[in-house]
């Protein structure tokens, strides 16, 4: 199997393009670089010698990730589905917001966190995917809409796809860290938002590394008993360790944690409210509210049975009634199974 250009930073590239004696390797590696971040294949790669172009060609796949459908919701959002070089394939969302365009990016082919309401972990745990097959979709996608480096499309990233970030710390680091390179598509890392279910070793490995992006936590639930129920990283860490983790992170970077949280019928009550009051004491943070969205599970799982509309309303003021910043968050795509939770992975013939 080919390399993969896109997994390579630009000072990685100009020492492997000296391990292949390319000519000029610093400015060789600089305009592959760029071009590699405009997804362009070696075909395009006009300032490249043809000579140099078939070697490349010989040695990397210029299209890792390719987009093989797209499916359009009523709301303007669109779902991808990502063929990679094993057959495998993930989704991807491009949502389209007053303050740019935000794609929603698989960090891994399937997930092992076992989240009750996620269809994602239906699959079970295929593999990670490679810094950049992450960083692929994102570029794949940012052509597809007609964007460049110097015009983009994509503006915004949430690792929030299939899979779960923390689990393929390195892979997302590195992406987190390429993806920003201003030699390439450079998108900030605080227009980066990563989801996390809540591993909290690698919460707090993240936070020494002192990165630019926003760290979002699937929190779903205020007591341990429950969270255990619809979550299975509960059982591993509980809600005072998770919290010691978060805590570490603010204190290292001093950014607002958002927190997703899903109306469910219970998980919404007045005690709740006050226990994420408790929880998040001197911390800057958010609560994103999540109507659940269809997955297998939400049919037979008694568990995740939505708040009704009234239940959500009161759950929403007794936020408010103690001062804890709150909006629903909108539902973009779930016509075409692009929604929060949604998202699966399947397999075509090579």
Same mark, same amino acid.
């Not at 936020?319 to 909006?327: F, G, M, Q, R």
């Given at each position: 199997?080919?390399?993969?250009?896109?997994?390579?930073?630009?000072?990685?590239?100009?020492?492997?393009?000296?391990?292949?004696?390319?000519?000029?390797?610093?400015?060789?590696?600089?305009?592959?670089?760029?071009?590699?971040?405009?997804?362009?294949?070696?075909?395009?790669?006009?300032?490249?010698?043809?000579?140099?172009?078939?070697?490349?060609?010989?040695?990397?796949?210029?299209?890792?990730?390719?987009?093989?459908?797209?499916?359009?919701?009523?709301?303007?959002?669109?779902?991808?589905?990502?063929?990679?070089?094993?057959?495998?394939?993930?989704?991807?969302?491009?949502?389209?917001?007053?303050?740019?365009?935000?794609?929603?990016?698989?960090?891994?082919?399937?997930?092992?966190?076992?989240?009750?309401?996620?269809?994602?972990?239906?699959?079970?745990?295929?593999?990670?995917?490679?810094?950049?097959?992450?960083?692929?979709?994102?570029?794949?996608?940012?052509?597809?809409?007609?964007?460049?480096?110097?015009?983009?499309?994509?503006?915004?990233?949430?690792?929030?796809?299939?899979?779960?970030?923390?689990? #393929?710390?390195?892979?997302?680091?590195? =992406?987190?860290?390429?993806?920003? *390179? &201003? %030699?390439?598509?450079?998108?900030?890392? +605080?227009?980066?938002?990563?989801?996390?279910?809540?591993?909290?070793?690698?919460?707090?490995?993240?936070?020494?590394?002192?990165?630019?992006?926003?760290?979002?936590?699937?929190?779903?639930?205020?007591?341990?008993?429950?969270?255990?129920?619809?979550?299975?990283?509960?059982?591993?860490?509980?809600?005072?360790?998770?919290?010691?983790?978060?805590?570490?992170?603010?204190?290292?970077?001093?950014?607002?944690?958002?927190?997703?949280?899903?109306?469910?019928?219970?998980?919404?009550?007045?005690?709740?409210?006050?226990?994420?009051?408790?929880?998040?004491?001197?911390?800057?943070?958010?609560?994103?509210?999540?109507?659940?969205?269809?997955?297998?599970?939400?049919?037979?799982?008694?568990?995740?049975?939505?708040? #009704?509309?009234?239940?959500?309303?009161? =759950?929403?003021?007794?936020?408010? *009634? &103690? %001062?804890?910043?709150?909006?629903?968050? +909108?539902?973009?795509?779930?016509?075409?199974?692009?929604?929060?939770?949604?998202?699966?992975?399947?397999?075509?013939?090579?």
């Amino acid at each position: 199997m080919k390399k993969i250009l896109q997994d390579y930073s630009l000072q990685e590239l100009k020492v492997h393009f000296e391990d292949l004696n390319i000519k000029m390797p610093r400015l060789r590696a600089e305009q592959v670089f760029k071009w590699g971040h405009e997804y362009a294949r070696f075909s395009e790669m006009s300032n490249i010698p043809q000579e140099l172009r078939t070697e490349l060609a010989d040695v990397y796949d210029d299209e890792p990730v390719k987009i093989i459908k797209e499916f359009i919701s009523k709301d303007g959002t669109k779902k991808y589905l990502f063929s990679l070089a094993d057959g495998n394939i993930i989704e991807g969302v491009l949502m389209k917001y007053k303050y740019g365009n935000t794609i929603c990016v698989s960090t891994q082919v399937g997930c092992r966190m076992g989240c009750l309401f996620c269809a994602t972990g239906l699959d079970g745990m295929v593999r990670n995917l490679t810094c950049g097959e992450i960083l692929g979709q994102v570029l794949a996608v940012n052509r597809a809409n007609g964007g460049s480096i110097a015009s983009r499309e994509v503006t915004n990233i949430v690792l929030m796809g299939c899979g779960e970030p923390l689990d #393929n710390f390195d892979n997302v680091v590195k =992406f987190a860290k390429i993806v920003s *390179d &201003n %030699n390439g598509i450079n998108i900030s890392q +605080r227009n980066i938002s990563l989801s996390t279910c809540g591993i909290a070793p690698k919460i707090k490995e993240l936070a020494d590394l002192e990165l630019g992006i926003t760290l979002t936590i699937s929190l779903h639930a205020t007591t341990d008993q429950f969270r255990q129920k619809i979550m299975k990283i509960a059982n591993a860490y509980s809600l005072a360790e998770l919290f010691d983790a978060i805590y570490y992170y603010f204190s290292k970077t001093g950014r607002r944690i958002m927190f997703e949280y899903l109306l469910l019928d219970k998980n919404t009550t007045e005690h709740d409210a006050r226990r994420i009051k408790s929880l998040c004491k001197g911390l800057s943070y958010h609560i994103n509210l999540i109507p659940i969205n269809n997955t297998p599970n939400t049919k037979i799982a008694p568990e995740l049975k939505p708040a #009704n509309k009234a239940k959500a309303a009161e =759950f929403w003021q007794a936020l408010k *009634d &103690n %001062n804890i910043s709150a909006t629903t968050r +909108r539902t973009l795509g779930e016509d075409i199974s692009g929604a929060c939770g949604q998202l699966r992975r399947s397999k075509v013939d090579n």
